[in-house]
């Protein structure tokens, strides 16, 4: 289980690199990290996950400007998902299958962390993460048929309802209750989590996103009219009914 929050957090610096570089269009090679600030080329022990963000104080090491929080939370949430992951399907149980398993669990997770990083601060989701994450999960629902959320083809009806469900939201409100891409990553959590679990998600979605809306609008930081992106939302929610399954299970009598 350390091992797994360990990896988890080296792999979350990875994240953090790949959400920087999608908005640059930067390639997303084995380059040096840098400043984002004052380009300085950042040596290994300015890159120690976490710890290093603590020992600097927060601020480069060079300019002494201030280091985005995100990059620590991105590293303490991505260790989150390995352990988590690791606890829900061990990869030393269960030979094989076990395994890809855990791998596919990374993936959808660390793409759903990506997605909702970039559409809270950027307000859009990412194409060139949301469409190789569908095209996992329909590759992994193909040739792992999930009888136990209803077969595949319950599980292509639940995300196209979920798919239809949002882009009727986005079609009829023109764009301003929900984005396209809410309709997208609703398409991968219906693929991901089957019927069930994925309406746990979505529900949970809508609590979280009222309340946090709520207290944004109670603190003045936000009005009735300003823009909040969904996505971090469906990702919460996705995440809620993914890690607590067995109770949400247990609602509807599985």
Do not use: H
């Not at 309802?161 to 997208?184: C, E, I, N, P, R």
């Amino acid at each position: 289980m350390i091992l797994a929050l360990v990896f988890g957090l080296i792999f979350g610096s990875f994240l953090n690199v790949v959400i920087y570089r999608l908005k640059t269009g930067e390639p997303l090679g084995f380059s040096r990290s840098f400043c984002p600030e004052c380009r300085a080329k950042l040596k290994w022990f300015d890159l120690i996950p976490l710890f290093s963000f603590i020992f600097l104080r927060g601020r480069c090491r060079y300019c002494q400007k201030k280091i985005s929080w995100q990059y620590p939370i991105v590293e303490i949430l991505s260790g989150l998902i390995w352990v988590g992951a690791f606890y829900v399907t061990p990869p030393d149980k269960g030979g094989l299958g076990g395994v890809l398993n855990f791998v596919y669990y990374l993936f959808i997770f660390s793409a759903l962390l990506v997605i909702a990083v970039y559409d809270f601060k950027w307000k859009i989701i990412p194409d060139k993460i949301i469409y190789p994450a569908i095209a996992v999960a329909l590759i992994y629902n193909l040739f792992n048929l999930p009888l136990d959320k209803g077969g595949l083809g319950g599980v292509l009806l639940t995300a196209a309802t979920a798919f239809l469900f949002f882009f009727l939201f986005f079609y009829f409100s023109k764009g301003k209750a929900m984005g396209l891409g809410d309709a997208k990553l609703a398409f991968l959590i219906g693929l991901f989590l089957g019927p069930w679990l994925s309406l746990a998600a979505f529900t949970s979605a809508f609590v979280i996103g009222a309340v946090f809306g709520i207290m944004l609008i109670a603190s003045r930081r936000r009005t009735l009219k300003s823009i909040i992106a969904f996505g971090p939302f469906l990702v919460a929610g996705a995440a809620v009914a993914f890690f607590f399954s067995d109770f949400v299970n247990s609602l509807f009598i599985f």
